[in-house]
């Protein structure tokens, strides 16, 4: 019964999603030099296209906030993004700028906790939005697709890691100068 119907759904996204406007559809190449994705065949990377959707976000403009429940990743097609954390008697401490081709908010398809930073357009930007209930019901129907992106996250979420390892390693050795 749940197979059906989500083929059903599947089937009338698809014919949806065949409506955007050209200029409103993420090419499966563009797609292709993202390092999520680049390992998945052509058929799987025009699947994961369809069910991008296309925002625009103006200079300063919050994408998403620190605590707030995600429900969709982004990738970012042309401008900047900046993901920060505000630092109490600080203020905002940027942890990253991401240019097109980079991605964020993915955790958001992994769990259900709330989002660990803000993200923030830094410039105009046209970003691709993909829904988490969306990609669950793709992976569903498509489980080599699942498989290989399964762990592309789980390579990217390790590397990342380790790089707050270092950070956090290299924090201490200079507070210990003082």
């Not at 700028?97 to 410039?123: K, Q, V």
């Not at 793709?138 to 592309?152: G, I």
Request: glycine share 6%.
């Amino acid at each position: 019964m749940r197979r059906s119907l989500l083929r059903k759904r599947a089937t009338a996204r698809t014919f949806w999603y065949s409506e955007k406007r050209p200029g409103e559809t993420l090419d499966p190449a563009q797609l292709k030099k993202i390092p999520l994705f680049a390992n998945l065949t052509a058929d799987h990377l025009e699947k994961v296209a369809n069910i991008a959707t296309q925002k625009q976000a103006r200079a300063n403009e919050k994408i998403f906030q620190e605590g707030e429940v995600g429900t969709e990743m982004y990738l970012i097609g042309a401008g900047k993004v900046r993901i920060s954390k505000m630092v109490p008697g600080v203020g905002e401490e940027a942890l990253a700028i991401l240019e097109p081709g980079s991605y964020f908010g993915e955790m958001a398809l992994i769990d259900d906790t709330p989002r660990s930073a803000d993200a923030t357009a830094n410039i105009p930007c046209t970003l691709y939005v993909i829904q988490k209930a969306d990609l669950e019901e793709l992976m569903f129907l498509h489980k080599d697709l699942a498989y290989e992106l399964l762990w592309t996250f789980v390579r990217t979420l390790s590397a990342r890691l380790r790089e707050t390892n270092d950070k956090i390693k290299a924090f201490f050795a200079l507070s210990a100068r003082f």
